[in-house]
């Protein structure tokens, strides 16, 4: 069947669906606003996406923080966020981060709405944006939504690229936003491989059999990549310069294959003296899973899923996502070339997306997040061809059974996302903050328990004081005290120490006044030094600091024994 050529629904059927799909948006809409409406305790906005932007503009300018690797990744996005947080509001990044996946459910509406209708845009903007790890990002700050966006523009504009015959201007529109993703996350790199080579595959199998095609394929590749490098390159110049790497620290062995470069993140959270492990390991080792578990990631993903936990992929899919898309391809040898081809590309760029961000890197589903417009594109095909002729050949009974076969598979696609977003929105429980009931200092207590040790150092430690923070998470966004991170530097100085005196002088070599400790986490993993270790730091605890403050299982400690000199 071709596009445009469903069966027609009478204009009130049609109005009523619209008119629900839309109300129900608006409904997921407010939720999430109301959701982002508090203040941020989201891990990676503490480390670096609120963090760094903030030290930016304590400094007045973009510097190297050698102790802090997130700040050599590239910041587009990031940048953004220093306008509100100059303006004293950390909650505005929120919506800057959901501008992004709304800009994405309009692209999703618009194509849709033009290959098949404006009901089923509207549905596959919905299921989009209530997508549960769709809604968890709205609600932070990060910068995966961008990425999603930006990705997924350029897709559609080699779409347009194709529908056009060719034109260069599309091509060019296309690269610059690919550009643009490899600027907002080091995950573009998948999509900047992805699109370059389908730019060198579609023109190829357009033209095959004409004069010079396969130096015109190249030339058309090799633009491409150059013009979305250029988009990309402040980031690549300013990291050269820094490290000599332009994408530190991905690939600093090849880049700095002599060890230079190497080193240059001061003890940031003691990883550096773990013993590498890939992905794979990382899930049978420590997770204990099989062989099987670990080649069924990739269709996992969509099933199981946890936020929060690392294990199951720290996010939430919909198993939607990989059910409808198999339909979408029923039937497709009657299609016009330009939908087969956007098919194909759909789907070619979901799947191999996905299993270069399985293999390339700890499996989080928020990763290949840039999968999720394709998939929902391709879910709305899949539906529609249930719809029309499916269960038209498959059911030989009333219209009003085969309409609630469809109502109850979008009722249960759309109720798996209605379920995370309850859940979602009772753990962060917006109204209690946005009612007064809690106070921000309160809201943000609750999240994160170092919060009121850090309040405290503000208050009464001097720009001259360092904060070593101990199992703090590297979180160091509400400190306004110079503060460094790391997990073992105390274990190391103990090791080392003949006295624990010897631990104090060398703190205080590296400028250290106090420590911001998390006394639960250290409490757990000092049962696993040598005795010789805790023997040491015994001593060191109890004759050379001082408790200033103290709750929630974190405190502030002040170094007794202060011998200072620069780091």
């Not at 981060?97 to 404006?118: C, Q």
Request: overall charge positive.
């Amino acid at each position: 069947m071709l596009l445009g050529d469903a069966k027609p629904f009478s204009g009130e059927k049609i109005s009523l669906k619209i008119a629900v799909y839309g109300f129900m948006f608006i409904g997921v809409a407010t939720l999430i606003a109301l959701m982002a409406c508090v203040p941020p305790v989201s891990r990676d906005a503490l480390t670096h996406h609120l963090y760094i932007p903030k030290l930016y503009l304590q400094q007045g300018r973009i510097y190297e923080i050698p102790g802090i690797t997130f700040s050599y990744y590239p910041m587009n996005l990031d940048l953004l966020y220093l306008v509100p947080l100059y303006f004293k509001n950390d909650i505005l990044p929120k919506f800057i981060h959901f501008a992004f996946a709304l800009l994405t459910v309009l692209m999703i509406f618009r194509y849709l709405k033009r290959r098949i209708n404006t009901e089923y845009a509207l549905l596959g903007g919905l299921f989009f944006l209530s997508i549960p790890v769709i809604v968890c990002q709205s609600t932070i700050v990060y910068v995966d939504l961008g990425l999603v966006c930006f990705l997924f523009a350029s897709l559609l504009y080699l779409f347009d690229w194709i529908e056009s015959g060719f034109k260069t201007k599309y091509l060019v529109i296309s690269a610059v936003f690919c550009g643009f993703a490899l600027g907002t996350k080091y995950n573009g790199l998948i999509g900047f491989f992805l699109l370059t080579m389908f730019v060198t595959f579609i023109y190829e199998r357009y033209h095959a059999g004409e004069p010079f095609h396969s130096a015109k394929t190249v030339g058309l590749s090799a633009l491409y990549l150059m013009i979305a490098l250029v988009v990309f390159s402040p980031w690549m110049i300013r990291n050269t310069i820094w490290t000599g790497n332009p994408v530190y620290p991905l690939y600093n062995e090849i880049f700095n294959p002599d060890g230079t470069g190497v080193g240059i993140i001061a003890d940031d959270d003691g990883l550096e003296d773990l013993p590498h492990m890939s992905p794979f390991q990382i899930r049978r080792e420590v997770y204990g899973e099989s062989g099987w578990e670990i080649a069924l990631i990739p269709l996992r993903v969509f099933f199981q899923g946890r936020d929060d936990d690392p294990r199951y992929f720290d996010g939430k899919a919909n198993p939607f996502l990989l059910l409808l898309p198999v339909f979408a391809f029923f039937g497709i040898r009657s299609a016009p070339r330009q939908v087969k081809t956007e098919k194909n590309l759909l789907l070619g760029f979901a799947v191999l997306f996905l299993l270069f961000a399985c293999v390339q890197t700890d499996t989080r589903i928020r990763y290949f997040a840039p999968v999720f417009p394709p998939l929902v594109i391709l879910s709305m095909f899949g539906l529609r061809y249930i719809q029309e002729n499916f269960l038209h050949q498959k059911l030989q009974s009333s219209d009003f059974l085969k309409q609630t076969t469809v109502a109850m598979i979008i009722v249960v696609m759309l109720g798996l996302n209605a379920k995370y977003m309850a859940e979602r929105f009772s753990y962060v429980k917006p109204m209690d903050y946005l009612a007064g009931k809690i106070s921000r200092d309160e809201y943000i207590q609750k999240f994160r328990p170092e919060y009121a040790a850090m309040q405290y150092a503000n208050r009464i430690l001097n720009k001259n004081d360092r904060i070593l923070g101990i199992y703090i998470g590297s979180r160091g966004y509400y400190s306004d005290i110079d503060i460094a991170f790391s997990l073992n530097l105390l274990q190391k100085l103990a090791a080392q120490a003949q006295s624990p005196e010897q631990i104090c002088k060398e703190l205080n070599k590296r400028g250290i006044t106090h420590l911001l400790v998390n006394f639960g986490m250290f409490n757990f993993w000092v049962q696993k030094y040598s005795q010789h270790e805790k023997q040491m730091l015994k001593g060191f605890f109890e004759e050379f600091t001082t408790t200033e403050f103290s709750k929630d299982r974190n405190g502030l400690l002040k170094l007794a024994y202060q011998t200072k000199q620069e780091l």
